[in-house]
């Protein structure tokens, strides 16, 4: 439930409020009134948001996190915790809408629920867990707090007095945080938006996380985890704060975890069976691709693994993983083939390490290799978003766009697209010629970011090429999307 900036917006983003005002910084819609991006919300007396409001708003909250770089973009990693994620979802109560689960580049241990079912967890919280049950509960917890409407229903409690001022004032909130901010200005914003009750509109209450731990409880149980691993977690957390106040995890900050509340989630616990659960394999391989992809700029990846896998022998697979994407990603692409090799030999059933090293293949320059270690994969797995967007990159690569085309449109037709997928098949769409096509996907990425006259000029500029009329990418232009030649 907080924004992933320096700054601790830890509320503000978990609402209605900040998620519009996450309209006003964007460029391309400054000409705009905020009033005119605002979901129509009705009288008084209909104060709570449908289920289609929130989802645009989700939306747009989305478009402003991928604008400011923080989310991790990663097909293996998105893959694994949207597989997560729906797992969790799906047995939940009012479940079966579209959830979204990401991650974003920050350190800080934390994670949050959107309006629509987009759920973030931080890089911090993810290498913080000792378990798959563990990462499982978090997501749990975001996943009731969204089926629960906790946000709706705190709206309609608040009242909605002055939404375009109030939202006017979060942008400036969340300009300043971004920037890195403790200015005046950014305070004097913090303050007009405390006098504006905005925390108390926001602010997930007590009873809401109670609910949401219960509910939580409920749903990891019957996905078959531990129930165990919540109030467990809580209590990691809860050890770290007697290190000291900058110890304090942000997750205790935007989830305030008591004895009572610890209590609670132990008794809800113990009213499920348990039996042994073993983590997959996937949780510790993504949990160390997470830690070389999170690495911070000016850092060599290679340092984490240089004591842990000094003599190899005894490091666990995730970690001779990690310690290969390390060399990978510090420019030593044969030291990592060697690695990858290795692993997939003994392991031919786990996909990371077909991707792996298809990858590790293609910075190496032997796209020939690259090709056909992606193939073998796609004979075990069609339609693995991961195993096709590498394949797809090698085609490219390999001079070959009108077959990468293919494959990158077969998966965007059959499986829901993310915003890196739907880039991708533009790019092979354009580099084949097929224009027409490249703009209906671009329409698609403006859709996915919930800027609306953009995606209506691509379907314009599309039907325009369909009926052979060239328009030359002038959309692209305008919006300025650069999804070609990006």
């Given at each position: 439930?907080?924004?992933?900036?320096?700054?601790?917006?830890?509320?503000?983003?978990?609402?209605?409020?900040?998620?519009?005002?996450?309209?006003?910084?964007?460029?391309?819609?400054?000409?705009?009134?905020?009033?005119?991006?605002?979901?129509?919300?009705?009288?008084?007396?209909?104060?709570?948001?449908?289920?289609?409001?929130?989802?645009?708003?989700?939306?747009?909250?989305?478009?402003?996190?991928?604008?400011?770089?923080?989310?991790?973009?990663?097909?293996?990693?998105?893959?694994?915790?949207?597989s997560l994620g729906l797992r969790l979802s799906s047995m939940a109560h009012d479940g079966n809408r579209d959830f979204s689960f990401f991650l974003i580049r920050?350190?800080?241990?934390?994670?949050?629920?959107?309006?629509?079912?987009?759920?973030?967890?931080?890089?911090?919280?993810?290498?913080?867990?000792?378990?798959?049950?563990?990462?499982?509960?978090?997501?749990?917890?975001?996943?009731?707090?969204?089926?629960?409407?906790?946000?709706?229903?705190?709206?309609?409690?608040?009242?909605?007095?002055?939404?375009?001022?109030?939202?006017?004032?979060?942008?400036?909130?969340?300009?300043?945080?971004?920037?890195?901010?403790?200015?005046?200005?950014?305070?004097?914003?913090?303050?007009?938006?405390?006098?504006?009750?905005?925390?108390?509109?926001?602010?997930?209450?007590?009873?809401?996380?109670?609910?949401?731990?219960?509910?939580?409880?409920?749903?990891?149980?019957?996905?078959?985890?531990?129930?165990?691993?919540?109030?467990?977690?809580?209590?990691?957390?809860?050890?770290?704060?007697?290190?000291?106040?900058?110890?304090?995890?942000?997750?205790?900050?935007?989830?305030?975890?008591?004895?009572?509340?610890?209590?609670?989630a132990k008794g809800r616990a113990l009213q499920y069976p348990v039996s042994e659960i073993q983590d997959r394999p996937s949780y510790a391989l993504i949990k160390?691709?997470?830690?070389?992809?999170?690495?911070?700029?000016?850092?060599?990846?290679?340092?984490?693994?240089?004591?842990?896998?000094?003599?190899?022998?005894?490091?666990?697979?995730?970690?001779?993983?990690?310690?290969?994407?390390?060399?990978?990603?510090?420019?030593?692409?044969?030291?990592?083939?060697?690695?990858?090799?290795?692993?997939?030999?003994?392991?031919?059933?786990?996909?990371?390490?077909?991707?792996?090293?298809?990858?590790?293949?293609?910075?190496?320059?032997?796209?020939?290799?690259?090709?056909?270690?992606?193939?073998?994969?796609?004979?075990?797995?069609?339609?693995?978003?991961?195993?096709?967007?590498?394949?797809?990159?090698?085609?490219?690569?390999?001079?070959?766009?009108?077959?990468?085309?293919?494959?990158?449109?077969?998966?965007?037709?059959?499986?829901?697209?993310?915003?890196?997928?739907?880039?991708?098949?533009?790019?092979?769409?354009?580099?084949?010629?097929?224009?027409?096509?490249?703009?209906?996907?671009?329409?698609?990425?403006?859709?996915?970011?919930?800027?609306?006259?953009?995606?209506?000029?691509?379907?314009?500029?599309?039907?325009?090429?369909?009926?052979?009329?060239?328009?030359?990418?002038?959309?692209?232009?305008?919006?300025?999307?650069?999804?070609?030649?990006?």
């Open positions: 439930m907080s924004l992933p900036t320096r700054a601790n917006l830890a509320a503000a983003l978990a609402g209605l409020l900040l998620s519009s005002a996450m309209l006003l910084p964007s460029p391309l819609l400054a000409q705009q009134s905020v009033q005119d991006q605002l979901p129509e919300m009705g009288t008084a007396a209909q104060s709570t948001l449908s289920l289609e409001d929130e989802y645009r708003i989700g939306r747009m909250v989305m478009r402003g996190l991928r604008d400011s770089g923080r989310m991790l973009e990663d097909p293996e990693v998105g893959e694994y915790l949207q920050d350190p800080s241990i934390n994670a949050f629920a959107l309006p629509g079912g987009f759920v973030g967890i931080h890089t911090g919280l993810l290498l913080e867990t000792k378990s798959e049950s563990e990462l499982a509960a978090v997501l749990a917890h975001e996943v009731a707090h969204v089926t629960q409407r906790h946000i709706a229903r705190g709206i309609e409690a608040q009242g909605r007095a002055n939404l375009v001022s109030t939202a006017a004032t979060l942008a400036a909130i969340l300009i300043g945080a971004m920037a890195g901010g403790n200015s005046n200005a950014t305070m004097g914003a913090v303050t007009a938006a405390q006098n504006l009750a905005v925390q108390s509109q926001i602010n997930f209450t007590r009873e809401h996380e109670y609910e949401a731990d219960r509910v939580g409880i409920g749903i990891l149980a019957s996905a078959g985890y531990d129930p165990n691993a919540m109030y467990g977690f809580f209590e990691t957390m809860g050890r770290r704060t007697q290190l000291g106040p900058d110890q304090v995890p942000e997750l205790l900050r935007t989830h305030p975890v008591t004895t009572s509340r610890i209590a609670e160390e691709r997470t830690r070389v992809l999170s690495t911070p700029a000016g850092r060599d990846p290679r340092e984490y693994y240089a004591s842990i896998t000094a003599n190899e022998p005894d490091a666990s697979m995730a970690q001779v993983y990690g310690k290969a994407l390390a060399h990978l990603m510090a420019g030593e692409a044969r030291a990592a083939i060697v690695t990858f090799e290795r692993l997939l030999e003994a392991h031919p059933e786990v996909l990371l390490f077909h991707t792996a090293l298809g990858q590790a293949q293609l910075f190496a320059g032997d796209t020939k290799a690259a090709l056909a270690t992606l193939e073998r994969a796609r004979e075990l797995a069609p339609r693995n978003v991961p195993v096709t967007v590498r394949y797809g990159e090698a085609l490219l690569q390999a001079g070959r766009p009108k077959r990468a085309h293919e494959v990158l449109l077969d998966l965007f037709n059959n499986v829901p697209p993310s915003q890196e997928q739907i880039r991708l098949t533009a790019i092979a769409a354009n580099a084949a010629g097929d224009v027409a096509e490249t703009h209906d996907i671009a329409r698609n990425t403006w859709f996915l970011n919930a800027i609306w006259p953009c995606a209506f000029e691509q379907g314009n500029f599309a039907g325009l090429n369909m009926a052979g009329q060239k328009t030359a990418y002038p959309g692209l232009n305008s919006c300025k999307l650069h999804i070609v030649n990006s």
